[in-house]
Each structure stands twice: as C-alpha cells, then as structure tokens.
Nanobody
Framework: VQLQASGGGLVQAGGSLRLSCAAS????????MGWFRQAPGKEREFVAA????????FYSDSVKGRSTISRDNVKNTMYLQMNSLKPEDTAVYYC?????????????????????WGMGTLVTVSS
C-alpha cells in the first residue's frame, strides 16, 4: 500500500487548507485512515481519523471544531479540511492506514494502530 499526502503549503493564520491522501496498491475502502502531524522538535501527534466507511470520525482536541476529515472510497482518497489555522498547526502532516478498518476512540489516536504510512506534507501557518 502506498499513501501520498498532498495539499500542504504556506498560509496565514485564520486561513484554510485541504490536505489529501491518495492510496494505491491496496483495498482503501476497507482501511481505517488517520492523520498525524509532527512539529519541529516535538513528538508526532494524532490529528484526526475516520473509519473504513466514514461512519465514525475522531478528532484531537487541538483541531476539533476547526477541521473535518472525510474520504472518497471511489477515488481512494482521504481529506482533511482545516479552517481557522493557527501558527501552532505548523507541522508535517502524515496520513496512515489501518488494515482492519475499525477504529475506536482509543485506537484511532494510537500511531501503533496503523500499518501503512505515507510521506508527509508540510503545513506552515504564519502569524
């Protein structure tokens, strides 16, 4: 399975970005999917996740209310719409896939839950 994240860039505080994660080589429609991020000098942290059919979504407190995760199983793509961006959102954003598809409130935020990872896309939010 290959995952390719895109859509990052430089944006001013208060702006918006939509990240995409395109999957190939596997059965995307059966995977739980997640976004994580890592800021310079900090550990990787959970951002958002979505179950295989989009029926369940999970968000970290840091992005809840400002971001929306979604997926298109026909296009084999997951999205993260981020609004009201803050400088503290600056990080490399990674997408990840969980082969088993079913995520829980606990497991969704655990990096070890995910089997496949893509290369990240850099989001920089200027103040």
């Amino acid at each position: 399975v290959q995952l390719q994240a895109s859509g990052g860039g430089l944006v001013q505080a208060g702006g918006s970005l939509r990240l995409s994660c395109a999957a190939s080589g596997g059965t995307f429609g059966s995977y739980g999917m997640g976004w994580f991020r890592q800021a310079p000098g900090k550990e990787r942290e959970f951002v958002a996740a979505i179950s295989w059919n989009g029926g369940s979504t999970f968000y970290s407190d840091s992005v809840k209310g400002r971001s929306t995760i979604s997926r298109d199983n026909v296009k084999n793509t997951m999205y993260l719409q981020m609004n009201s961006l803050k400088p503290e959102d600056t990080a490399v954003y990674y997408c990840a896939a969980d082969r088993y598809g079913v995520l829980s409130t606990v497991s969704a935020g655990e990096a070890d839950e995910y089997d496949y990872w893509g290369m990240g896309t850099l989001v920089t939010v200027s103040s």
